[in-house]
């Protein structure tokens, strides 16, 4: 995965990669650890072991990165968003995985803090899900969950603490 990093004048610095399994397919940023310096997860397709993971990217605040290390998350990660879903102050992660014919799911991981994730909690969203996006759709101040699916659009509602209902 390469980042350039921006001039300010319209121009760009060289590249600079970091290591991450094959198939990098999004990129979340948010500060996963509490430092003040915005991190990065990225959702890898392609896991060593046939699973998806998501490396996680230590931000240094100079606009460079260190290798935090990986949680593993289902099949085929092909979207990532990071929100405080559960209003604890720390951004959490929602993964889309379109599964692999293995169920298609929404996981949203809880950030514990210092680049710790709880287990998921997993939603059965439809057919191929694409694209995961945030916004608060009913207006309650909560960030609730968008699914693309290749079938239809999604909407997770934010109950509290991080749970979610289908939209009616």
């Known amino acids: 995965m390469g980042i350039f990093l921006n001039h300010g004048d319209g121009t760009f610095a060289s590249q600079v990669t970091y290591p991450v399994p094959r198939g990098p397919m999004s990129i979340a940023a948010g500060d996963f650890d509490g430092d003040g310096n915005l991190d990065l997860a990225v959702a890898d397709f392609y896991a060593a072991d046939g699973r998806g993971s998501v ?17 593993v998350v289902g099949p085929n ?7 405080d879903f559960d209003g604890d102050g720390k951004p ?5 995985e379109n599964g692999g014919g293995t169920g298609e799911t929404i996981t949203v991981h809880r950030n514990l803090g210092g680049f710790r994730f709880a287990s998921p909690d997993r939603y059965v969203v439809g057919h191929i899900p694409n694209v995961v996006a945030v916004a608060d759709m009913d207006g309650d101040g ?19 603490a991080g749970s979610f209902v289908p939209a009616q």
């Open 92 to 96: 959490d992660l929602a993964v889309a």
């Open 142 to 160: 909560k960030p609730d969950i968008l699914v693309a699916t290749a079938e239809r659009i999604v909407v997770l509602l934010n109950h509290g």
């Open 55 to 71: 490396t996680l990217l230590r931000g240094k605040g100079d606009g460079t990165f260190a290798v935090a290390g990986s949680i």
């Open 77 to 83: 990660p092909v979207s990532i968003v990071a929100a």
